[in-house]
């Protein structure tokens, strides 16, 4: 009733002065009484007309049909017998369901991920650095004394990187280079640089983005990185963009996992993951030489890569996606610690790195390719998998049986003791590790990036072919080890545009 009253209003009418009857001569008046309608844009009734309306456009098709195809077969109906109209029902239920079955199981299957093609940034060679002059700059910087430039040095000589990494310029100036301008500065040249190839190469248009992921661990800032991207190729308003921070190597593939959730929550989509690190950003200039091995390892890199669940980029993909397999160790104390950002005892920033790491790392790993394993390889093989884990377990001498998955190894190259455990470990080949320790010799250990550098060198050297596997595998604090498996679309040629190409005749190297 309060609701009624509200819609009513009245209005007191002068109707002037009678001319006939009792009340002639005398002023006369009347109450007016109006019903105002009701508001139906504020009004709660109002979304069910619009769903009725979507509804309604979107299956008019079958409202459309439906009423034909029962008169239709109201008519047949009526000139078969009994006998008749129960054989052709038995037959018309039987093909319902089995067309309701392959419905049922066609749209439930996960949606095949694709990824189109992927771009991988190379600096300016005025960036370049050997490791003579690394030392060099750095002693010229005074921010280092002699012992601790002479640690780097034995730690440089002996870490599997080359003389053609890149730097920032900012890390060899006196000042302070961990500012926010100068990590704005170093991700524009990278993200940038890295996706204005990707888009030449996909010859997409950034509107057409409909996820973006960006994974960065150190230099996280507000804006987001993503937000930077956003605004310099001025994508479209409702895209998904996330931005990953604090994960370290391994946050890549973490981003691959996330925008495969997202392809798979939303149709004829791309999406783009763009892997990086910020290095004059983390960048210690203290004593603590835990802290310094990162400084020697650390290089300028970032990659972007295009993925898709469109049907139509079947033929013009690169690889499917076809497994992620993520393991988290964060439990244990150790873990947790043994790559750790903090302060030291003079009050520098810092990345800590523990001696435990290759012992942690191979627990990692060992935990994921147990979960790995029955999914990639052939049945016989998977019986002979968990026989081989039984015997490990109890006999300790547990062989590996992923090789025979694979074609193709991308592990992160973080340096070169570390390659040189998993190669034992995973008794891998010199020629299944050719491409991570080539891309840690040429570029350094780019983080979460390196992982496609060494599919990179894989393309340039035309080593894929159609049908092979590729593993990539990356390690990142926390402590994480993660995997993800792509299956080749077709042979991939020596692309146009490779970070290789101007260096591929000398690799790989006899070290």
């Given amino acids: 009733m309060a609701r009624e009253r509200d819609l009513l209003s009245t209005e007191i009418v002068n109707r002037g002065i009678e001319s006939s009857g009792p009340n002639a001569g005398s002023l006369t008046f009347s109450v007016r009484v109006r019903r105002r309608l009701p508001d139906f844009l504020q ?15 979107n299956h008019a098709i079958y409202l459309a049909t439906i009423p034909v195809l029962v008169l239709v077969f109201s008519a047949e109906v009526g000139s078969l017998s009994r006998e008749e109209l129960w054989r052709k029902l038995t037959v018309l239920a039987f093909f319902g369901v ?7 199981y066609f749209m439930s299957r996960p949606r095949s991920i694709y990824l189109v093609d992927f771009a991988c ?20 910087t005074g921010k280092f004394d002699e012992a601790s430039l002479e640690f780097q040095k034995r730690i440089l000589h002996s870490s599997g990187i080359g003389d053609e ?14 500012t926010m301008k100068e990590g704005r500065a170093e991700a524009s040249m990278v993200m940038f640089g890295a996706l204005d190839e990707l888009f030449e190469k996909t010859r997409i248009r950034p509107k057409d983005v409909g996820v973006l992921v960006v994974n960065c661990s150190i230099f996280n800032p507000t804006p987001s990185l993503s937000a930077m991207i956003i605004n310099h190729y001025k994508m479209r308003g409702n895209i998904l963009s996330y931005n990953l921070g604090g994960m370290g190597c391994s946050a890549g593939i973490i981003a691959m996992d996330l925008a495969r959730d997202m392809l798979q929550a939303n149709p004829n989509s791309y999406a783009v993951v763009v892997s990086t690190e910020m290095v004059g950003y983390n960048w210690y200039s203290g004593k603590d030489r835990s802290m310094l091995i990162p400084n020697c390892f650390f290089r300028m890199g970032c990659s972007a890569i295009l993925m898709s669940n469109r049907r139509r980029d079947y033929t013009r993909s690169k690889y499917r996606l076809e497994h992620i397999v993520r393991t988290h160790k964060g439990a244990d104390d150790r873990s947790f610690r043994c790559i750790y950002q903090e302060e030291d005892e003079e009050k520098h920033k810092g990345l800590k790195v523990s001696i435990d790491l290759v012992e942690i790392g191979g627990e990692a790993l060992k935990a994921n390719i ?22 490990g377990y109890l006999f300790g001498n547990n062989r590996k049986k992923h090789k025979l998955a694979f074609e193709h190894f991308c592990v992160h190259a973080a340096s ?3 390659l040189d455990e998993l190669q034992r470990n995973l008794e891998l080949s010199d020629e299944n590790v050719e491409a991570s320790r080539m891309a840690l010799h040429r570029f350094g250990n780019t ?7 060494e599919l990179a060198y894989l393309e340039a050297k035309e080593k894929v072919r159609r049908g092979d596997r590729v593993w990539q595998l990356s390690f990142g604090s926390g402590f994480k080890c993660n995997s993800v498996v792509w299956k080749a679309m077709r042979r991939v040629k020596k692309p146009a ?8 005749d000398r690799y790989p190297f006899q070290a």
């Fill in 497 to 504: 545009r490779n970070p290789w190409l101007d260096c591929l």
């Fill in 165 to 178: 990494t890149y730097i920032p310029k900012s890390i060899m100036a006196q000042e302070n280079c961990a």
């Fill in 121 to 140: 940034y190379k600096p300016h060679d005025d960036l370049k650095v050997t490791k003579d002059q690394f030392i060099d700059m750095a002693r010229r």
């Fill in 43 to 57: 009004s709660v009734n109002l979304k069910y007309v619009r769903l009725g309306y979507h509804y309604l456009i």
């Fill in 98 to 104: 089995l067309v309701f079955t392959l419905s049922v």
């Fill in 370 to 391: 147990t979960t790995l394993g029955p999914l990639v390889l052939p049945f016989s093989e998977q019986l002979l998998f968990f026989a081989t884990l039984a015997w």
């Fill in 416 to 418: 070169k003791t570390v």
């Fill in 447 to 453: 983080s979460s990036s390196s992982i496609w550098y």
